[in-house]
Every structure is written in structure tokens, then in C-alpha cells.
């Protein structure tokens, strides 16, 4: 379209020109082509007292004006006929370039915490104005920092290299700061410790962390050794912080004075003395007659610390210790050792300058700090000892001797091959024992049988040993020199028997000393000589059958008993 109007106003021009300089007197000139920035306007400038024609009609404030404003969006050469009075006409023109505004671009909007600052960033000009310059470090750069304590709309002006002007705006939002509370200041004692509460946000930060259980919840124990300022970091959910402090004052310490310690002989009181404080307390409180006082009387039985905690006018406290020497002494253990064994005495504890043992008897010296002790049966020792100081003290000490006793219980048998000796442990069952035999024999049995031959001896030996390792033996001899089997040799025979079942008499028994029945036989005869009954050994019984087993008739019988070389005979009766 620019170009369709740049035709037409050249052939007008043509025309007018051709005309004028045939018939026009005057000339006019509009000046040198104009720039003005997109959406300004200017004003062109003609003589008065003639009449105006412009072209185009585009962006003109009037068309026939002398001097118009004229706002054109684009390039325009703008023309204008200048028709005097005569009614001659001259025509001009006039070139206005318009340049475009810079693209001026600012952040984006922004939230800051109150007493916070941020950037501003402008772009896209040459040179910038701020507005309003309000807490902004310089209003004339493209970044200042801006910290304004209210929600602040900032407005940049560019200006680029042909002196177009644009703008653009940022607001910034101001959030308020959450009211961070560290809480109450407090006073607290040395080496105790106190709980912090701060409040007002959502994340907490101890600023110095010292002594501080942790820095980064709103209640951590506190346990500072010398007086100290807590600052606390409070963050809202906002992101936004503000800090507060609490002090913590620490006390001077208490200082507690129990006095001098001493020395004291054994059940005698002594007076405390504590200084330091306004209130007392003495332990262990079962050696004070008053626990709560400062100069209680103590009654120690041993070597003792005391110790009294003061409590000062702030409520702090302190301890003291105090330590009472008691003159004690002591001598071993209660031991035990067998018969014939000794110790040596050994006096413990305190120094002492007089010792005295009693009883006498197993102490090879009475007046010695460490005689030897050798009892014979068991016995309580008593040391009374004396110190320089006119202190006495006493101790015991019970020596047990075990006596361990061998014994031995026998049986005396008579059997077929020589006497039989029954041997039984009866010492005590937990005792180690050994037997022993002249024979060069040994047995570790409780019980246990020897044969001893006829005419022969023996002797034996129990030995036994307890678990302390004390030991005993008793010893049994067995004189059988002259004793042969037939000095043992007895026999029992019933005349008569009645086999009829009524629990009496209904054996024919024969009865032999010791075990002799273990080489005895026993045969019973009818009058007629027929064998009616034979046996050997353990059973030298007869029932009254014969050995089909039926019942003997009444009558005489006959019986032969054979032991060993020797035998016996003769009759009975038998009834029913």
C-alpha cells in the first residue's frame, strides 16, 4: 500500500512541480526526513496563510492542516500542496522512519522474606530506569538488588540506541517473618542442664551448638559449662527465618569442705565438721547419728569416706570427702588343712606394734606378727594387736582338721576251702578308699570277699581319703594259724519231721556252719535201703517224697550226710 501511495505522490508531484515552476512564486521545503519511535508522534511544520493538502490521509491528525500530528506505524513519506493565495500551489514531502521500540524484559515476578533482598534483572535496552528507586541498590543499572520491605511493583524503562523507550514490570511479594521465640532466659547449675523451647516456625537451627544435645530440633538439652547465649534460627513454611536468643546463666559452683580426715582407733565416735553451704548431706547416712547437719557425729567400724553434698544458696551443689582411718587389723582366712600341716599367721591392715596370739597351744610364737600355726584338732586362733597410738583391734581365725576315719565291718564264714572273710567299707561314701592285703592283693570295692586258707593269717588295710585330701587307715588281721577245717566242722540233724503241710516241721532240714553246705550232700534211705531222697549243694532239704514224688509212709528212715572227708549218719522219724 505504501508503495501504491509512493506513485500516486510522485506523479502528483510531477504535475504540481511543472505547474509551479511555470506559474508559482514561492517555494517550500518541509526539512529533513524525521525518526520517531513506534507509537510516538510529531508535529509537521508549514507556513501559515495558505491552504494544505496532505497525503496520505494516514495517521494525520488533519489532512488540511497547516501542521498536523501525524503517528504513522510504519516508514511514510507524507506530501503536502501548499496553495498560496493566488492559487498557485507548490508541492514538498517529508520521510518519517519509524524505529521499533526495544523489547525491554524484566524477571519474573518474585516472593522474597521480609529483611531479604533479590535481584533485579532487566534486558533488551541500552540504558534502564527504575521506578520507584525504593530500597534498590541503583535505580540506573540493568541489575540492581532490590529489598523492599513491602509487596513492591518495580517498573523498568529501556532506552535503546535511537532513543526508543520501553518498559516492563516486576512485582515483588514481601512475606512477613515468623516470630522466632528461643524462650525464657534461665539460671541452672555447673554441670547440670536445662531444656531449651523455642516456637514460631517449622525448622529449627541452634546457631551455636555447643553443649547442645541437638542443634536441630526446637527443644534440645542444654548443658553448657559456662554461662552462654543460645541463638535460635526459626524457618516458617515459607522458607522465610528469623532468629532469637536465650541466655543461660551458669551459677558459680558450690563449694563444699567436709574437713580434715583423721585417724581413729575401732568403736569410737567421731565429730564431723562441713563447711560450704545452707543445706547438708551426709553419706552413707547409716554412720551419722544426723544425716541433715553439718557436724554429725560418725560412728564408722571400718576405714571410711564420708561424704556430705552442700547444697549452696542457689540450689546448687557440691561434695566433699572426708575419710575416717579406723585401726584394724586382720589375719588369714579361716582355713582348713589335715593333721600334721601348718600355715604361717599373716597380719593384715593398719600398723601395729604388740601382737598377742591365743591359745598357746600350735603357735610356735605367741608374740609374732607371723608365728607358724600347727593345731591338732580344730581350733580357733584370736590376735589382739596394738598400735603405737594405744589402739587395739582383734581378729580370728578357726583352723578346721578334718578327720576322715577309716572303717572296716567283717563277716566271719566258715566255707569248704578255708575261712571266708566278708570285708564292707562303712567309711563315709564320698571318700576315696583302697583296700590292701598282706597277700600283695588290693581291691577298690566297698565290699568283697578273701578266702584264707586254714592254718593261715591275713591282714588288711582300708585306707581313705577325703576331698580336702586328709587321710585315714585302719587295718584288721585275721589269726587262723592252728584252725583247720575239722575245729570248724558242725552239724545239726533233726530224730524227727512231719511232712503233713501245716507249717511246722514239714522239712527234714540239716543245717551246716558258714557255706559248708556247698560240699555237702544229703541221701535218705528208706529201712530197706532204697534211696528215697538225694541232693547236694544249697538244698539239703527233704519234703518227705520220694524221687517219683510221692509221699514217704510214716516209719524209720535213714540219712547219710557227706561233707567234704567227712560224713555223718543216722535215722529219724517221720510222721503224718
Not at 544249697?538 to 524221687?547: H, S
Request: charged share 15%; glycine share 6%.
Amino acid at each position: 500500500m505504501v508503495y501504491v501511495r509512493n506513485i500516486f505522490a510522485l506523479i502528483l508531484i510531477f504535475c504540481l512541480t511543472f505547474q509551479a515552476k511555470s506559474q508559482c512564486l514561492f517555494t517550500y521545503d518541509l526539512g529533513p526526513d524525521v525518526y520517531l519511535c513506534s507509537g510516538d508522534s510529531i508535529q509537521l511544520i508549514t507556513p501559515v496563510g495558505h491552504t494544505y493538502s496532505w497525503t496520505p490521509n494516514y495517521n494525520i491528525s488533519s489532512n488540511s492542516a497547516s501542521s498536523p500530528y501525524v503517528k504513522p506505524d510504519v516508514d511514510t513519506t507524507y506530501y503536502v500542496s501548499v496553495t498560496d493565495a493566488n492559487n498557485c500551489s507548490v508541492l514538498d514531502s517529508i520521510n518519517v522512519f519509524v524505529n521499533p521500540l526495544p523489547i525491554v524484559s524484566v524477571s519474573e515476578d518474585d516472593t522474597i522474606c521480609a529483611g531479604t533482598a533479590t535481584q533485579l534483572i532487566a534486558s533488551g535496552a541500552l540504558s534502564y530506569t527504575w521506578t520507584p528507586n525504593y530500597n534498590l541498590t541503583n535505580n540506573t543499572i540493568p541489575y540492581p538488588i532490590a529489598s523492599p520491605l513491602i509487596d513492591t511493583n518495580y517498573i523498568v524503562n529501556g532506552l535503546d540506541a535511537n532513543g526508543c523507550r520501553n518498559q516492563d514490570t516486576i512485582r515483588i511479594k514481601v512475606l512477613p517473618l515468623p516470630v522466632a521465640d528461643a524462650g525464657q532466659d534461665t539460671s541452672i547449675c555447673p554441670g547440670s542442664s536445662v531444656q531449651l523451647n523455642a516456637s514460631g516456625g517449622h525448622i529449627y537451627q541452634w546457631l551455636n551448638p555447643v553443649s547442645l544435645s541437638n542443634f536441630l530440633i526446637p527443644d534440645p538439652i542444654s548443658s553448657p559449662l559456662d554461662s552462654s547465649k543460645y541463638i535460635v534460627q526459626v524457618t516458617d513454611l515459607n522458607g522465610c527465618q528469623s532468629i532469637d536468643s536465650v541466655f543461660i546463666n551458669v551459677y558459680l559452683p558450690a563449694k563444699a569442705d567436709a574437713g580434715f580426715s583423721v585417724s581413729s582407733c575401732a568403736d569410737t565416735p567421731i565429730q564431723l565438721n562441713a563447711s560450704g553451704g545452707i543445706n547438708y548431706s551426709w553419706s552413707p547416712s547409716d554412720y551419722v547419728n544426723h544425716q541433715n547437719v553439718f557436724n554429725p557425729m560418725a560412728f564408722p567400724d571400718d576405714d571410711m569416706n564420708f561424704i556430705v553434698q552442700v547444697e549452696d544458696s542457689n540450689g546448687c551443689f557440691d561434695v566433699d570427702t572426708m575419710r575416717i582411718t579406723v585401726f584394724k587389723i586382720s589375719i588369714n582366712n579361716d582355713t582348713l588343712f589335715c593333721e600334721g600341716d601348718s600355715i604361717m599367721g599373716f597380719v593384715d591392715g593398719d600398723p601395729a606394734t604388740v601382737f598377742l596370739w591365743s591359745p598357746s597351744n600350735g603357735i610356735s610364737d605367741t608374740s609374732s606378727f607371723e608365728p607358724w600355726i600347727k593345731p591338732s584338732e580344730t581350733t580357733t586362733y584370736t590376735l589382739n594387736a596394738t598400735n603405737a597410738q594405744g589402739c587395739s583391734y582383734q581378729d580370728d581365725i578357726t583352723i578346721t582338721i578334718p578327720q576322715p576315719e577309716a572303717i572296716i565291718d567283717t563277716n566271719f564264714i566258715i566255707g569248704c576251702e578255708g575261712a571266708i572273710l566278708e570285708l564292707n567299707n562303712n567309711s563315709n561314701s564320698d571318700f576315696l578308699f583302697n583296700w590292701n592285703f598282706d597277700d600283695g592283693s588290693s581291691s577298690n570295692l566297698n565290699n568283697l570277699e578273701k578266702i584264707i586258707d586254714y592254718n593261715s593269717n591275713l591282714t588288711a588295710q582300708l585306707s581313705v581319703q577325703d576331698d580336702n585330701g586328709c587321710t585315714d587307715t585302719s587295718f584288721l588281721t585275721y589269726n587262723g594259724i592252728g584252725l583247720g577245717f575239722d575245729d570248724y566242722y558242725q552239724i545239726d540233724i533233726p530224730n524227727v519231721f512231719t511232712p503233713n503241710n501245716d507249717g511246722n516241721n514239714d522239712l527234714f532240714k540239716v543245717s551246716l556252719p558258714g557255706r559248708m553246705y556247698e560240699c555237702a550232700s544229703l541221701s535218705i534211705y528208706n529201712q530197706w535201703g532204697q534211696i528215697q531222697f538225694y541232693n547236694d549243694g544249697n538244698n539239703l532239704n527233704w519234703d518227705g517224697t520220694n524221687n517219683s514224688g510221692i509221699a514217704a509212709p510214716q516209719g524209720t528212715y535213714f540219712y547219710t550226710v557227706s561233707i567234704k572227708h567227712e560224713s555223718a549218719s543216722g535215722t529219724f522219724q517221720l510222721f503224718r
